[in-house]
T-cell receptor
Framework: AQKVTQAQTEISVVEKEDVTLDCVYE???????LFWYKQPPSGELVFLIR??????QNEISGRYSWNFQKSTSSFNFTITASQVVDSAVYFC?????????????FGQGTELSVKP | GAVVSQHPSWVICKSGTSVKIECRSL??????MFWYRQFPKQSLMLMAT?????????EQGVEKDKFLINHASLTLSTLTVTSAHPEDSSFYIC????????????FGEGSWLTVV
């Protein structure tokens, strides 16, 4: 079975603090993709990153960075020097190669609140 | 610009009426589209897989007679909520992919349905 767990339901930080959002996944497939999406109050899903199971390199994009560790089945997301505009719900998601291409399994989401 | 367009963004309907939501892939043909539902403060849950030219595949617990899905062309899938009730009020969002690899997935903007 495939599953994505985001244990942190809500996180509140003060602007300029660093914050890490945790994501743990389960799958028996060896080929899969992991995603992070941002969902602002408007509801639209904003794509942040996709990582395939064969690429464990960490990635940095501006203030965002991702740490993928297959050994612990984790794909954590860190925001450095957080800003108020980062306030949103963040979802981690999984798709496996054999899973009807496009059928995403989402975690429960983490609501991030960045206060000025 | 949007690669997958969803319409309407907001809809209010009276209890007992039906409402149709459209999902269009603008730049590619999608033999498969996916419909998700999201209640407030909850994650996105897959409702059904829309298959062009054939019947949709519904997830367990989703009433196929209540949530009618039609995928008549390679660029359009529609979700019709029949005999809507207040408990159907939710955020509905579709996704589509140009292939089955899972490498690239596009989401529509989402549709907020309120049944009064």
């Amino acid at each position: 079975a495939q599953k994505v767990t985001q244990a942190q339901t809500e996180i509140s930080v003060v602007e300029k603090e660093d914050v890490t959002l945790d994501c743990v996944y389960e799958t028996r497939d060896t080929t899969y993709y992991l995603f992070w999406y941002k969902q602002p109050p408007s509801g639209e899903l904003v794509f942040l990153i996709r990582r395939n199971s064969f690429d464990e390199q960490n990635e940095i994009s501006g203030r965002y960075s991702w740490n993928f560790q297959k050994s612990t089945s984790s794909f954590n997301f860190t925001i450095t020097a957080s800003q108020v505009v980062d306030s949103a719900v963040y979802f981690c998601a999984l798709i496996t190669y054999y899973n009807q291409g496009g059928k995403l399994i989402f975690g429960q989401g983490t609501e991030l609140s960045v206060k000025p | 610009g949007a690669v997958v367009s969803q319409h309407p963004s907001w809809v209010i309907c009276k209890s007992g009426t039906s409402v149709k939501i459209e999902c269009r892939s603008l730049d590619f043909q999608a033999t498969t589209m996916f419909w998700y539902r999201q209640f407030p403060k909850q994650s996105l849950m897959l409702m059904a897989t829309s298959n062009e030219g054939s019947k949709a595949t519904y997830e367990q617990g989703v009433e196929k007679d209540k949530f009618l899905i039609n995928h008549a062309s390679l660029t359009l899938s529609t979700l019709t909520v029949t005999s809507a009730h207040p408990e159907d009020s939710s955020f509905y969002i579709c996704s589509a992919a140009p292939d089955r690899s899972g490498n690239t997935i596009y989401f529509g903007e989402g549709s907020w349905l309120t049944v009064v």
